[in-house]
């Protein structure tokens, strides 16, 4: 459901509550296990239903959940186990997520009309993220200056792509 590649490894996260990488020269069909969602995997336990993938230099961020909860997480490449710390929780279905030098950004497109656009300093903002915008985004850019995101229409042709300067 998400995916993302450096120098090194392709990385993914599976909506089972995985986070998974393989070598760019291939992994033989047996790829690493980078996480795996503290549960048992239960598809109406939002904590194990993962989306999206961001990363920078050296960290991974995703996000875990679905319209009734969820979290965004953050973990060192090098060691994410050892390394695992959460951005925020009691999220509304955390989805479309990227990071910049300084922030992680994901959308909330739940409960409809009441989503927002949510940022959040690396390596923690003490589980109170910034509603960087109200507007329920779904999938989120970032470049030197902007945040980019786009919002679900309620028909064919309806959705947006937004931009905003950073919060």
């Given at each position: ?35 795996s ?9 939002p ?74 300093a ?20 970032v ?8 919002v679900?229409?309620?028909?064919n042709?309806q ?9």
């Amino acid at each position: 459901t998400g995916i993302g590649v450096d120098d090194s490894f392709v990385y993914w996260t599976g909506v089972v509550g995985t986070l998974d990488r393989c070598s760019l020269a291939g992994c033989n069909g047996s790829p690493t296990r980078v996480w795996s969602a503290p549960t048992a995997v239960n598809l109406s336990n939002p904590e194990t239903n993962t989306y999206a993938l961001a990363m920078d230099a050296d960290n991974l961020y995703w996000a875990n959940g679905d319209g009734s909860g969820g979290s965004v997480l953050q973990c060192s490449k090098s060691d994410c186990g050892g390394s695992l710390v959460t951005l925020a929780t009691d999220r509304n279905g955390p989805v479309g997520i990227a990071a910049d030098e300084t922030n992680v950004y994901w959308g909330e497109p739940w409960p409809e009309n009441e989503g927002g656009l949510f940022a959040c300093a690396i390596g923690g903002c003490g589980g109170k993220p910034t509603l960087a915008m109200p507007s329920a985004a779904v999938a989120v850019a970032v470049d030197s200056t902007h945040v980019y995101w786009a919002v679900m229409g309620s028909g064919n042709g309806q959705g947006e792509i937004l931009m905003a300067p950073k919060p």
